[in-house]
């Protein structure tokens, strides 16, 4: 193995160490004892089991010791609810030395490998979260057991910009068969690291046996010992290395090609170790992980996957600017104006999340039935996925209501609008909710674009008016938008993100400054690529204009997935607030009073062509682009946004902004949000003078 303890230290001096510590346990029926490695960090499962340079020697030791006590078998497991969730990625943002990544990359491999190597049978006791590396460890052993409790199994690598490099990609394609690697490796990360649960991971093939968590290591010793006697032979399944791995491999590209357009080396170079692990020769295999894994951890592209991964799971967890927690007030009952589709999904997450009375109103007992029936629906719809017991569901049915009266909301704690975008309507509805709420009941907009200062501006009680922004669909994107108008207080804003804690959202503060932060950024980009087809670009050129930065989707495609109509409503209020930057086309214009939602037509094969109808009530110039001077035209102006908004103090700092695009419009973790890109791209110091992150934010340190 390449590190020495002393070594191990001075590369990871700040490492929260995972201590595998070795014991040797009788079991029934076998001579000799099982040597149990147990993986430990020390903390609760909030902090889980990594692998930094001083875990994977500990672990080492561990080996030493149980191979030393010439056991019936040897077994790795973890602390409680938790086996290991991969490498320690906090120490690999200060790898500034190439040597030093690759003694990374290559000590993984080294300590693993001895467990694959193994003359004594291997066993991976899978008790709880495992992840990455984690998941490599088991692979790694000859057989798996996994707990039925099991919350978190998957490998995230691919969607940080990476990919599987302790032997993931070698030995996972060689058990379960190529295409389900595929699934494992590549699509499920692509599709916003997407988790396997406990079925799965047991219908694939990963593990050999479930075993129920209250005597999870009992069962599987006693599993082991069958295993070691010949009592029970587990089934690996045959491999085809030939056509079925020529399918994988290409609907594997087909992934990377439409989710990433390149723009992934992880995620291509997972592709091309996949295709490598078809010869099932390990010392080519692990040596390719290791050359691949030793680049990318020298690359800002993969810095950039790792600054998104703080982002979500550090910063999302510490709001910038929020007020004292302790403001907050309890919510014990909810009002939402309005019952169309927005509202109703408002009201399915609050019942689910609060667990507190909801009610709906309208102007209409029909849309009222129709809101309050469609929350009811998708209950029974969890009902039906087991997701919530009989009682439950029903529990939460019954907290649901609908009222054509505002007095219903007396007692309501926390009232959310969520009703037709024009600024003297929803004065008009917190006008009147005014006359029926308590002075303290929080009142918040689900506005995208409109002041929250103007909106309050007529009442009583301005104070308690907040921005509550949510993004569509409701369940998917975790992000809030929570906006301070002029007069918000302290304890109205600390209950808003008190709220979105509740509903297991991550709240950003925005100040209020119209369409905020993730509209404002997207309609002005949008607004780049119209003006470049109205000036004559081909749509289909402008529309593939960003492609290199693999975004989820296209302009085009994003404008069709919000509403043409409201894509052109909140371009209408930016030009009202900033009409140097953003214009309004009058095609689109045209087009939404034209009652068309997109610009593509598909045939039967799939292929997108511009619809007919489309083509003709655009009027275009006679002044084309090609695709890079419409992506540079692109690029320029969201850097010139996000400087603006910095210097507006719309948010905090440029980590704000690359939260809200990550999630609150999907944008890929190894794109970093947007900053780091344009840093990379050096579009920033073009248009600003100057990159927004300092040189090892988000990239290699100097």
């Known amino acids: 193995m390449t590190f020495t303890a002393e070594a191990a230290k001075a590369a990871f001096p700040d490492e929260v160490v995972t201590n595998a510590v070795t014991n040797l346990v009788k079991v029934p029926g076998l001579d000799k004892p099982v040597a149990l490695i147990t993986l430990d960090n020390g903390h609760d499962h909030t902090r889980p089991n990594t692998f930094g340079p001083q875990g994977l020697v500990s672990l080492n030791s561990a080996l030493d010791k149980a191979f030393a006590a010439e056991p019936a078998a040897i077994a790795v497991t973890g602390k409680p609810f938790i086996f290991a969730v991969g490498a320690d990625l906090s120490g690999v943002e200060a790898v500034s030395d190439p040597k030093l990544a690759r003694e990374i990359a290559q000590t993984g491999h080294d300590v693993f490998r001895r467990l694959t190597e193994s003359k004594i049978p291997t066993f991976g006791f899978v008790n709880g979260a495992v992840m990455g590396g984690g998941l490599e460890l088991a692979l790694s052993c000859h057989y798996r057991t996994l707990s039925e409790n099991t919350a978190a199994i998957a490998f995230p690598e691919v969607f940080l910009g990476l990919f599987p490099g302790w032997g993931g990609t070698q030995l996972l394609p060689n058990l379960i068969g190529p295409d389900a690697a595929v699934t494992v490796i590549i699509e ?3 599709a916003q690291n997407k988790m396997l649960n406990v079925r799965k991971a047991a219908e694939l093939g990963i593990v050999d046996e479930v075993f129920g968590s209250a005597d999870y290591l009992e069962q599987s010793l006693l599993w082991l010992a069958k295993v070691v006697n010949g009592e029970i032979t587990p089934a690996r399944r045959e491999i085809d290395r030939g056509t079925e791995w020529d399918a994988a491999i290409a609907r594997a590209k087909s992934i990377v090609d439409g989710r990433t357009h390149g723009a992934s080396p992880g995620a291509t170079k997972a592709v091309e170790l996949l295709e490598l692990a078809r010869e099932n020769d390990l010392d080519r295999g692990y040596a390719a992980e290791t050359d691949g894994l030793a680049e990318l951890l020298m690359s800002d592209v993969l810095r950039a996957g790792l600054y998104s991964f703080n982002l979500v799971n550090k910063r999302a967890k510490r709001p910038a600017g929020a007020p004292d927690k302790s403001l907050a007030r309890k919510v014990n009952k909810v009002g939402i104006v309005g019952a169309g589709l927005m509202a109703s999904q408002l009201a399915l997450l609050f019942v689910r999340r609060l667990k507190v009375p909801v009610v709906l109103t309208d102007v209409d007992q029909a849309r009222i039935d129709k809101g309050v029936g469609y929350v009811h629906e998708e209950i029974d719809k969890l009902l039906a996925r087991k997701r919530v017991s009989p009682d439950g569901a029903n529990r939460l049915k019954a907290l649901v209501t609908g009222s054509l009266d505002k007095a219903a909301f007396a007692d309501a704690d926390f009232v959310i609008e969520a009703v037709f975008e024009e600024l003297g309507v ?24 409109l002041s929250i200062t103007a909106m309050a501006s007529k009442l009583r009680h301005p104070e308690r008016v907040v921005g509550f922004h949510f993004f569509n669909p409701v369940a998917v994107l975790p992000l809030l938008e929570i906006v301070r108008g002029e007069k918000t207080d302290d304890a109205a804003l600390a209950t808003a993100f008190s709220v979105g804690k509740q509903l297991k959202k991550s709240s950003v503060l925005v100040k209020d400054a119209t369409a905020f ?63 140097d930057r953003f214009t309004v086309s009058e095609n689109l214009d045209k087009f939404v009073k034209a009652g068309k939602k997109g610009v593509w037509t598909w045939d039967a094969s799939g292929t997108p062509s511009v619809d007919p109808e489309v083509a003709e009530l655009w009027t275009q110039g ?13 690029l320029n102006a969201i850097a010139e946004e996000v400087r603006i908004m910095l210097d507006e103090g719309v948010v905090a700092e440029a980590q704000d902004i690359d939260l809200c695009l990550i999630l609150g419009a999907g944008w890929p973790f190894w794109l970093g949000g947007i900053t780091p890109y344009l840093d990379r791209a050096g579009v920033s110091e073009r248009v600003n003078g100057k990159p927004f992150l300092s040189r090892g934010v988000a990239s290699v340190p100097a």
């Not at 004065?427 to 689900?446: C, D, G, K, P």
């Not at 509209?519 to 470049?532: D, H, Q, T, Y």
């Open 188 to 190: 499920n990360a692509l």
């Open 426 to 449: 929803k004065q008009q509805v917190f006008a009147e909710l005014e006359q029926h709420v308590s002075a303290e009941a929080i009142l918040a907009t689900n506005t995208s674009s």
């Open 517 to 579: 932060v993730v509209n404002r950024l997207l309609l002005r980009f949008l607004g780049e690529v119209l003006v470049a087809v109205d000036e004559g670009t081909p749509f289909e050129v402008a529309d593939s204009a960003l492609e290199p930065l693999g975004l989820p989707m296209s302009p085009l495609n994003l404008m069709q997935l919000v509403g043409p109509a409201i894509a052109l409503h909140v371009g209408e209020t930016l030009h009202g607030s900033f009409p």
């Open 622 to 634: 006679d002044r084309p682009s090609s695709a890079e001077q419409v992506r540079d035209r692109a």
